[in-house]
């Protein structure tokens, strides 16, 4: 049996085929599961950062800054922090994204090098470990400025 979706239903898969078309040529999907947390990452990065995003092809590595730099960009829109998977290929590189869905808000929790937060996790493991929001916090406060991203579009924050 079909049905017809709710009014608010339908408001947000316009949205999420709106961003679905934008950012088609990157292969970010948007879809309505845990994916989609992980793409509006990645287009926020594209957008605040200049990143050159690979798409889904590239393990470990979501973009490459104007500067050349791997990056690996986190998103999670509860305060818990970041998943991470046992990969091969590492970024030189982190970006790390806190959303607030409720006012509509986005924060840079973490802009630096990948390696220091990876030191934070086991050196062998199966599935996912999480490093926390407030580790990321704690490792943002000694990264110099000369190691962070800069931001293209800094009158969006």
């Known amino acids: 049996m079909k049905f017809p979706l709710p009014e608010p239903v339908l408001k947000l898969l316009a949205a999420r085929n709106e961003l679905k078309a934008h950012y088609e040529n990157v292969d970010l999907r948007f879809t309505l599961d845990g994916n989609l947390v992980g793409d509006l990452g990645e287009a926020v990065a594209a957008d605040l950062f200049g990143l050159r995003l690979t798409g ?25 922090g970041a998943p991470f998977r046992p990969v091969e290929t590492h970024a030189d590189h982190l970006l790390f994204f806190h959303f607030d869905y409720d006012l509509c808000l986005g924060e840079v929790v973490y802009n630096g090098p990948e390696e220091p937060v990876r030191k934070l996790l086991p050196p062998n493991w199966v599935g996912q470990r999480s490093v926390s929001a407030p580790a990321f916090r704690r490792l943002n406060q000694l990264v110099s400025e000369f190691e962070r991203l800069p931001m293209i579009q800094q009158d969006r924050c």
Do not use: L, M, W
């Not at 889904?56 to 818990?80: C, H, L, M």
């Open 56 to 80: 889904r092809s590239n393990e470990g590595i979501d973009g490459y800054a104007p500067d050349g730099r791997s990056v690996q960009v986190k998103a999670s829109g509860t305060k818990r």
